[in-house]
Every structure is written in structure tokens, then in C-alpha cells.
């Protein structure tokens, strides 16, 4: 089973997880919100792991805007989906007018649906999952019946749709396809605590859809 350690970060409480396999010393690290860098590489130490890839669900500046810190510190390349790497390099917080300084980052590696993120004896599936942000993406470990779901599904709701980017039938058929999973998959979301699939379909029942 994989050790995952949820660490929320700046500026809008973004979680970013370690997830390790302690075992294999390997670990990797799912969104990149600010000033987590030292909370980061402390934990990391304590489990007695190197951090091997940094990966991205999304592009939107609050879980990027660590990326070049986090690198720095560990030296672990970054990966996104093809369709966000833009956001990556020409970050921005538009519609909102916010006074960070935002730093690009040129992805190491591009993501498509199907890709697979490694850590130790461990696979994570990439699953496109549109809506929130053009590129937007989940990580399925479907062994250990786990989901990374960025900004795509929270406890008791999902990504907003009015966004640059954002589309509202792309989110349906994204939730949809989460919907299919095990109702016991553990859901851990870019915001916000865990909870399941199962606790969350309600969110895509076919009766539902017009509320999206």
C-alpha cells in the first residue's frame, strides 16, 4: 500500500500529496502549491524517500506556483497533460487579478490519457479528465483503489466549469467516467479531505446532469 501525506499549501490551500512507496525509497509528489518546499523535504527525509517525478492534474496557477521551488529542492521533473503545459509556461491568474508573481516552468514530460506514473512497485493510470481546465487529469491506482482528482471531484461537489478553459459537458462526461470506478476507491482532491467514490455519486446520477 502506498503512504500518502497530504501537505496544503499557498495561496489557496491546495493539497499536495507525497505519495511513497516507503519500501522502494521512491516517492512522487501530485500538485505543487507555494511555500511547502521545506514541510516537503522534511517528510520526505523522515520516510526515507526521493522524490522522483512532481505531477500535475492541472495547470491553474494555485497548484503550480511551487513548481520551481519544489524542483529546485529536489530536483524531480515535472509532468502535465499536453493540453495544460501553456498554463505551465505562460502561468497566469486570470480571470482574477492576484499580486503574485508568477514563475513559468517548462514541463519535462507530457501527459496523454492511458500514461502511467510509477512509484516503486506502484502504478498510476493518467486519466484525461476534462472540464475543470482543458488538460486536466486524475491519477487511478486501480490495485490499491486510490484516485488523485485534482480539481475534478471534491467531497460533496466538483470543478468549477466557468473558468477559462472550463466546459460544462466535458465535466459531465469526465464525472461520468468516475463514476464507473469501484464505490470504495478512496478520492483524495486537489481541495478540500478525502472521501470515496461511492459517497460522491449522487454528484453524476443521470437525473442529476441538468444541475451541472
Same mark, same amino acid.
Given at each position: ?99 503574485? $508573481? *508568477?514563475?513559468?516552468? &517548462?514541463?519535462? !514530460? %507530457?501527459?496523454?490519457? +492511458? ?8 502504478? #498510476? ?26 480539481? $475534478? *471531484?471534491?467531497?460533496? &461537489?466538483?470543478? !468549477? %466549469?466557468?473558468?477559462? +478553459? ?8 469526465? #464525472? ?37
Amino acid at each position: 500500500m502506498l503512504a500518502i501525506h497530504a501537505v496544503p499549501g499557498a495561496p489557496l490551500e491546495v493539497n499536495c500529496y507525497l505519495v511513497a512507496d516507503v519500501d522502494a525509497g521512491q516517492a512522487i509528489l501530485v500538485d505543487a502549491p507555494w511555500q511547502i518546499v521545506e514541510a516537503i523535504t522534511t517528510l520526505a527525509g523522515e520516510l526515507g524517500v526521493t522524490i522522483r517525478e512532481i505531477v500535475c492534474t492541472h495547470g491553474h496557477f494555485d497548484h503550480t506556483m511551487g513548481l520551481n521551488e519544489l524542483h529546485a529542492a529536489t530536483g524531480a521533473p515535472v509532468a502535465c497533460h499536453a493540453l495544460d503545459a501553456d498554463l505551465l509556461e505562460h502561468p497566469t491568474t486570470a480571470p482574477f487579478s492576484l499580486p503574485f $508573481t *508568477l514563475t513559468p516552468y &517548462t514541463p519535462d !514530460r %507530457v501527459l496523454r490519457e +492511458g500514461n502511467i506514473i510509477e512509484v516503486g512497485g506502484h502504478r #498510476l493510470v493518467v486519466m484525461h479528465t476534462p472540464g475543470h481546465s482543458p488538460g486536466a487529469i486524475c491519477l487511478y491506482d486501480e490495485v490499491d483503489g486510490l484516485l488523485f482528482s485534482g480539481d $475534478t *471531484l471534491f467531497a460533496g &461537489t466538483y470543478g !468549477r %466549469v466557468d473558468l477559462p +478553459g472550463g466546459d460544462a459537458a466535458q465535466m459531465v462526461t469526465s #464525472l461520468r467516467r468516475l463514476r464507473a470506478l469501484p464505490a470504495t476507491t478512496r478520492v483524495f482532491p486537489g481541495h478540500g479531505g478525502e472521501t470515496t467514490i461511492g459517497n460522491e455519486r449522487w454528484l453524476v446520477r443521470a437525473d442529476e446532469m441538468e444541475e451541472f
